[in-house]
């Protein structure tokens, strides 16, 4: 079932350029605009095949495509003290061997489909991710993705309006930054976080929620904190990064 999301902005004004104007000069970033400019060039980090590691589809074969850019955190490690987002454990800055610059959705959505595997049964699967995918991500790209067969997931922290057409939505809030896609089809809470608590967004119209326990040195005391909430909250699920426990990309 297609999740359909409305924009913020559909009209031209001339607070909405001023403003355009001035995020777009804050984050000096040709990838991280305003949602309802066209996107021109697709900025990729690195498309590959893989198993998606985290929540409900866990297990599941996918092409993960990887865009560039982030509205949270600027991808330096000089900048992550003063990030939104500042437990990132991601590389999303520039582009990588296998990633690119790609003109237009058709070539972005060819590429992608190169590296699902020739006679494979099932549908193909591609979960767009980030940095934020939906800098990015348009219905174009999700319509030329469809044309090819592919169901179209997208990993998100909530903070961009989506487009039309998709069919996964797994949403990641943030401390500190304005939810805006409040519903879809999984919620999934990196815990703990000290203002972004599971109580916070309960109530929100998602399937599924979960807590993945937050990365780094006190994984281990965060994996405790988490499977206790969950056992507590019996509406909550633990997902595990099984990609690092299983050592694959």
Known sequence: MYHVYIPLFRSFSPCLALARKIVNTFYACPFI????RAVTTYTVKEI?????????????????CRFSGCNLWSGREEDRAKAVCQFCDTDFVGVGP??????SAAALAERIAAEWPAGAGGAPYVVCTGGEPLLQLDAELIAELHRLGFEVAVETNGTVAAPPGLDWICVSPK????????????????YPQATQTPESVEQLDFDTFYLQPMDGPNLAANTRAAIAYCMAHPRWRLSVQTHKVTNIR
Do not use: M
């Open 33 to 36: 605009t305003f949602r309802e």
């Open 48 to 64: 590959f095949y893989t198993l998606q590691g985290e929540g409900r589809q866990a297990g599941r074969a996918a092409v993960f």
């Open 98 to 103: 296998d990633g690119g610059k790609f003109k």
């Open 175 to 190: 401390a500190g930054a304005e939810l805006l896609l409040q519903s879809g089809d999984e919620l999934k809470l990196v």
